[in-house]
């Protein structure tokens, strides 16, 4: 069970939908005592909702355009992939059982929203390279509200 809160400056604890955290503790404990493991924890603040609606419906599309106008047939998720491997270099070397290293790509879903506000800063980087103008959010046509 996850439940989200906050920790006032005396020391008390705000649990965020109170209710259903309350019931929670009922389900889990309905016929004998429970032994659990509670642990608190900074939230973190990942990428935002526009944030995300700029990158999936600007940003992609953008260079989903780019791609194709050059002679490719890719889609939104292929470039994606680009993207994170090989312009944002969200990679993670992995060690297999025989000591060879691998690449992984990771999730950008992951990033917090000041990484992700850089990842999106070496796309629009990347692409001003090749001649191609990403707008910044507050010019591409999304609305923040």
């Given amino acids: 069970m996850k439940h989200k809160g ?3 400056p005396d020391g008390s604890l705000i649990v ?3 209710s259903l955290f309350d019931e929670g503790l009922r389900l889990m404990a309905r016929e004998k005592e429970v032994a659990v493991v509670i642990e608190i924890k900074p939230e973190k603040k990942y990428r935002s909702v526009f944030q995300n ?7 992609i599309p953008i260079v989903v355009n ?3 106008e050059n002679g490719n047939n890719v889609d939104a998720d292929q470039v994606h992939e680009f993207l994170k491997a090989e312009v944002g270099k969200l990679n993670q ?6 000591g060879e290293i691998k690449d992984v790509t990771i999730s950008s879903a ?3 929203t000041m ?3 850089d990842y999106l800063a070496k796309i629009r980087a ?3 390279e090749w001649g191609c103008i990403v707008p910044m959010p507050n010019e591409g046509g999304v609305d923040e509200s």
């Fill in 66 to 68: 780019l791609f194709n």
């Fill in 126 to 128: 990347w692409a001003a």
């Fill in 16 to 18: 965020k939908a109170r």
């Fill in 93 to 98: 070397k992995l060690i297999l059982p025989d």
């Fill in 115 to 117: 990484e992700f506000e």
């Fill in 6 to 8: 906050t920790i006032k």
């Fill in 53 to 59: 609606s700029y990158y999936w419906g600007i940003v």
């Fill in 110 to 112: 992951k990033l917090k």
